[in-house]
């Protein structure tokens, strides 16, 4: 990593972990390299696939609820720097609500939660990919006040492109089930969720490899068909 893009990660974020990432992305530049070009190439080709099937999407969202096809949010990306997430529309237009769901949101529209449940939602992130906010894998964009909590160790994932899934968005697929009732979402996932997404993703990038990356990939499709995957990332399994 260069000097400029360390300056460009908030203030405080030297430590040993992040110094460790660092220095196994610099020894891994050959392996950024491909994944890059796998991720433009994989994205382009699904993008052109599925530009019916998007768009039909899109026209379906329009006519269920008041309000556009797309919602864009702010994120945090590699280097700390923000940049605009893409999704499909899957609450009530000009919420202001919390940035977390709970699965009895009164705010999440009827198209809303069948899209969901099949996270079609994330397919326009394809287009982040393609503009170089986002992987295809990769630790999934927190938005900036979630990002304000983060330890010196917990920033060393931004020192990659964040993806639209990774180990840690399969592990908390039932994130929405975990709010206790009558607590505040976001103290609980500040305190409780983010510590543990955080440590996934420094996993990710300490042990970050094309194999890794496709195992992610097909667990996180036969993840979104309903079948239960164990999380076999601390197994040694030999690619």
Not at 143 to 167: K, M, N, W
Request: a neutral charge; hydrophobic letters at 40%.
């Amino acid at each position: 990593m260069s000097p400029r893009q360390y300056a460009s990660l908030p203030q405080n974020s030297e430590s040993d972990i992040m110094a460790e990432c660092a220095a196994v992305l610099q020894r891994k530049r050959a392996t950024l390299f491909f994944k890059r070009a796998a991720d433009v190439s994989i994205a382009l080709v699904l993008t052109l696939l599925l530009l019916p099937w998007l768009a039909l999407l899109a026209l379906v969202i329009v006519l269920d609820s008041r309000g556009g096809a797309f919602f864009r949010q702010e994120r945090i990306g590699r280097f700390g720097r923000p940049f605009r997430i893409l999704k499909f529309r899957t609450m009530i237009a000009d919420n202001d609500g919390c940035a977390l769901t709970r699965n009895d949101d009164d705010r999440v529209t009827r198209v809303g939660r069948r899209i969901r449940r099949l996270h079609l939602d994330e397919l326009p992130q394809l287009w982040n990919v393609l503009r170089g906010d986002m992987s295809l894998i990769g630790p999934r964009p927190e938005v900036p006040r979630f990002v304000e909590h983060y330890s010196a160790d917990q920033r060393a994932a931004l020192l990659v492109r964040p993806g639209i899934t990774c180990r840690s968005s399969i592990a908390f697929a039932d994130e929405n089930e975990r709010y206790p009732e009558g607590v505040d979402p976001e103290a609980f996932y500040i305190s409780d969720i983010l510590p543990e997404k955080c440590a996934m993703n420094n996993r990710y990038v300490l042990t970050l490899s094309l194999c890794e990356d496709v195992k992610i990939a097909a667990a996180t499709v036969l993840n979104t068909f309903g079948k239960k995957i164990e999380d076999n990332h601390e197994q040694n399994i030999d690619c």
